[in-house]
Every structure is written in structure tokens, then in C-alpha cells.
DNA sequence: AACGTAACATGCGGAAACGCGTGCATATGC
DNA sequence: GCATATGCACGCGTTTCCGCATGTTACGTT
């Protein structure tokens, strides 16, 4: 009655992602291998574990036990990694930043040259998106996030204060403050779908033209003159054909920070990006605010 | 910078056994295998391991450390196979049973004979030993233990109420009739190593003839008339040669239970185990108590 | 109905992991 | 002081495991 612990695993993500291939992926070995892995489990511990059916396997009430138990053993693991990264002083082999698509053209683009320049040694390996990786599975080693606080059990360092402010192009911005009475139209965010609270006394007439699901998107269609934008002071600031109106007074936003696992948080390669980053933030602080 | 996990389970026995050898014993490989797998390991980590010296291997620092890591792994193991093992209710395959090895011999003999006879497909493995196996690393599935309580985090079931008394062979209990003021040999247990305190004030004279640390070997020393020995009543009553003396009235000794883990109790191979062992220990009762 | 896709199953050849035997170094015992 | 035991390193032959190519089945599309 000895079971393999890679075999464990193995049931573990053909659970998770209910195919071999998904598995296998994850594995990077092939799918044949994972059947046969599985096979064996399923042989060591005298239970069936899936049903083979002709779109997946369907896994058993036994083989949800198995990955309950296998993901237990894989948080040992994560911390294990975690740990090791966390000790590792070197300055070379493979370092994963995450940070939001816009804040790395329009801010961050000049950190990581210079962090290239200074540790050749280091392949630094950039995740543009808006998600938020899970730093706990090394997703990836550190994130630069716009967030009220560095979240739950991670590190982190606030960057920078900002605030927000109105931007639009200047043909729109001309034509406004010609008549500020006149119908205001704005371009929002899903996420705040409103024609902002706080909106100058000065411009009494409001209303949303467009809702859009991506600030790129957005920045495109204020540059077309579609209406104005509310965004964070350093963006509007950094994109062309767009520029500051009082509409909108500049207002508080989420600070910008950097967060990291406390586990991986000492490493030497993570310290050596931080030092990099501050440096260029405290240099960079007055256009993030009015 | 992915890790096989046979091989983090790998490094974990080589930090506990010290040696290659050891290591590949309880993995049931070849040690050269052993020796592989810490290579590997130690490349995919790209950590230094162990010092290899003449008499084993010597953990760093980092393999402490993985160790660690790996014995949460192996502990979610363990609560897997347990589970699993409790879930089963198949009548047959193996079945690890430990008790004191007196207990089986004068005792448990017939439960085991019945068993056997019930369930002949079930292989049942006795581990006769006075140690405190550890059930929750599945060392054995039951154990049979002279203990006041079942013991931490384990299920158990009182099986019998015993009290102890004093034996000795009989010529020597004819001599201490003949004059009960005389000295008294006792022969004790190095873990009560003094005469009781409760003997009867008929035979106010005592002294320590000899200290054993084996009750087997305390036996055949009263046998064969060196001395009156305290015992559980049920074992004097079942040893030839040996008969009950008032030099120590009977008095509380500790319970004997069978123990579990929870996760293994429901098991039908346990149950069917359980229901033969009550009911012959309601029938035998009347020998652990005076 | 024919076709395409996305799953898994199966058979085969090659690569990787393994076990065994041997050799060397160090400690232990007579 | 020599024999023995223990523990690791290394090389070789074997077994096992793996990847690839192909076959099969179910489902959906045209």
C-alpha cells in the first residue's frame, strides 16, 4: 500500500481541470502519461477514481478525496518554492512581475530598462494584465497593483498617492468651457458606472454616453473627442491628445503599491527590483497628484 | 522550476534516516536510487542539499527545510490513506493489529483464532510489542492498549476493567502462610519500582529483591520462587505456576481499550474486528477483576 | 449524411530510471 | 593489526516509463 506522491498530483489537476490534456498541460508531459499515472493510483489505493467518459473524466467521490488531500500537499510545496526564492540572494536566473497593462506603458516601461541595464543576469518576465495573479501559487514573485491596501496576508509598500481628475481632448475641452452650461457627455467605467459625485459646480449638465469594460478602449475614445474621462492623474497626463479639465476637480484614488508574498518577499533579485522601482517612484511622485 | 514530489518525499526519509540506505529501505528502492533522486532534487531547487560524508549523508540548512515542507506533504498523505482506509468496506486484504505481547499471549490468542476463522480472506498482521505505535502514521490500524485513557486524538472503546494483585509461585506462598512477619522478595517493574504501597497489613515486612525492565522475564523469575510479583489479575490467573497471594490486595489498575484512529475506525474490516472482540472480552470480564 | 473536432485508448520504439555488482573509505571489533 | 561491517560512488545491463502516431467514439455543424 505505497502510492506515489507524483501520481497524487497527477489525479489532483485531471480533477481540476477534467481532462488529461488539461492535465497534461499543466505537467507539460503528454496525456497518454497522465492516463497511465492515473491508472496506477487508481490501482495503489484500490478505488476507482474516474468515470471515463467520452468528454473527460468525470472524477469520483473518491478521487475529490484524493485532491483534497494532493492540494494540501501542493500548499506544502507552494510554501517550500516560496521559500526557497525567498532565501535565494542571487542576482540572476528568472524574476515574474504582474502589474496593470497601462501603469507599465505609461509609467513603468522606464523601471524595467533600467532594471534590465543594472542585472543583465536577471530575465525578467512581465504579466500585463488587469487580473490579480495569485502570488501565494507564484503566479508570479511580485505585483504593482492599484488598491486601497497591499490585500490579504501578502507584503507591501506603498508606492505612490494619487488622485484622479477629468481629461479630455482639447477640441472637447474648448467647446465646454465655451458654454459650461451646456450637456456634458461622459465616458465611464463598468466598475463605477456613474457620472462622478464630486463634478465642479460650475458644470451643471451631466450624462453617461458610454459605458466601456476596458480603459484602453476608453483613452480611444476620449481621444476621439467622445466625451470625458475620468483617470487616474498619471495616465491622463502621459497620453497624448488628451488634457486636464476642471470639470472634475482632482479627487482621492487608490494608491499604487507593491505587494509580495512575505515568503518571497527577502529575496535578493525582489529587493534589487524594489530599490530600482522606489527610486524611480520618488523621482516620478508630482505627476501622480495635482 | 518544477519538483517531483517522490523526491522532495525522498530527501525528507534521507533527513530523517541520515543515511542513503536507510532512506531507501522504507522506499523500497535500490539506494542507488536514492542517491539519484537527491541529485535531481537538488538540481531542480538548485540548492545544496547534504554534505556527503563517510558515515551518511549530513542535511544543510535547505534540506531541513525541505524536510519540513515535506512532512506537512506527507502528513496529508497519511490523512488520504487513512480516509480512504476508513471508507473501505471490503472483508478482506490486510489488517495490522497491535498489542502488548503479553496480552496476546494470555488473552488475545482466541479472538484472533475466531477471527481468523470468520474472515479468512482478511490478512491479519499482529504486531506484538510493548511500543506505542503511532496510528496516525498508520504504523497499525487498531491497537490494544493497558492505558487510563485511549490517548490524544484517538477513538477508543473501554474493553475491560481490571485491578492487579500479587502472585508468587506456590511453594513460596506456603512459606510467607507459615510466617507473614517474615521478609517478603518482591520483584518489580523498573516503572513502579518500589513494593506497592497498599499491601495488607498482615505481612508488614518487605523488601526490593529485583528490578526487571520485561515483564516476561519477571514472570519466569516467580515462577521460579524468587520473589512475589504485582500483576494485572487477569495475567497471574493465566500463568502456570503462579497463584494469588493476600500479601497485596486487589486494588485499580489500568483499563485495557482498543484504540483508532477516527479516520480509520469505520472501516469494515475494524468493525468486523471490534464486534468479535467485545463480545468475547463480556464473556471472559470475570477474569480482570477479583 | 458527411465532415470536423475534441476527447480517450492502444501499440510501439526510444529514453530515462532503476537494480545489481564491484570498488573504495571509514569505523568497529577481536 | 587484520578482519568485518557500514556506507557511498560508479559502471553496466535491464526494466519501466514516456512520447508519438494511429485508432475509436461521441457530439456538433454544414
Redesign the interface.
Known sequence: ??????D??TVMLVVRHTTLAGAADEL?VNYTTVSRRIRRAEKS???MLFERLADGYRPTD?AQ??AS??K??E???L???R??LG??THLS??LTLTAPQLLISSFLAPVLDEFDRTHPQIELRVLATNDILDLTRLEADLAIRISPTPGDSLKGLRLLRQESASFANPELIERIKADPTALIDWIVYDGYPNVPKDVSADFPNHRVRFRFDDMVAMIGAAQAGLGVVRMPMFLGRATDGLELTPVLPPQPYPDIWVVGHPDVWPSGKLQAFRKILISHCKKKSGNFVS
Open positions: 500500500m505505497n502510492i506515489a506522491w507524483d497524487l498530483r507539460d489505493l484500490g478505488v473518491a478525496v484524493v488531500h494532493a494540501e500537499m500548499a506544502a510545496e510554501g517550500l518554492r521559500h526557497i532565501q535565494d536566473g528568472a
